[in-house]
């Protein structure tokens, strides 16, 4: 178990993690080894498809890859659902949805977000304030994740977890 500490042996298995490996393919990580018997592809579904294929790391079955016929929306939400799933000797885990957004590795293009606006004099006093800005402007036709961008230079700045729609600026 990640924390160090084991599950409760009747509790339901628990999803712990859940990472999107490419555009057809995802992998769940449970507290628990799961029974196998419980485990097939249409336990499986991605935005109502069943997953095509399956397949569970054979030593502690807590691992499992499901590879789906059709790519995730980019940009876009997808839903995965989840059948009962059972751990060894555990309670069957409740049906469960989960819904997450897809940003292939390099989706934004050259000039798909750009500088929009620059606010760099300290002039303008807004409470008491020197307001200095960039204003950024996703003009691609897909939403982009900014996760990690940075700005360096005198003023710096990450970005977490946000999203620039189409035509949204921040």
Not at 111 to 137: C, F, H, K, S, W
Not at 140 to 153: M, R
């Amino acid at each position: 178990h990640l924390d160090g500490q084991f599950p409760e042996p009747d509790a339901p298995a628990e999803l712990l993690r859940i990472s999107v490996e490419n555009d057809r393919q995802i992998l769940l990580e449970y507290d628990r080894s799961l029974q196998r018997d419980s485990l097939n592809t249409s336990t499986f579904q991605l935005n109502g498809e069943p997953a095509l294929e399956l397949f569970v790391d054979s030593l502690y079955r807590k691992k499992i890859w499901l590879s789906f016929d059709q790519a995730f929306l980019t940009g876009q939400e997808n839903t995965l659902k989840i059948g009962k799933i059972y751990g060894i000797g555990s309670k069957a885990q409740a049906d469960t949805s989960i819904v997450f957004r897809h940003f292939p590795f390099g989706t934004a293009g050259y000039r798909d977000v750009v500088i929009n606006e620059v606010m760099p004099a300290p002039g303008l006093q807004i409470n008491n304030t020197g307001v200095q800005y960039i204003e950024l402007l996703n003009v691609s036709q897909y939403a982009i994740s900014l996760h990690n961008w940075q700005i360096n230079g005198d003023v710096q700045a990450t970005f977490q977890n946000r999203v620039l729609r189409p035509g949204e600026f921040l």
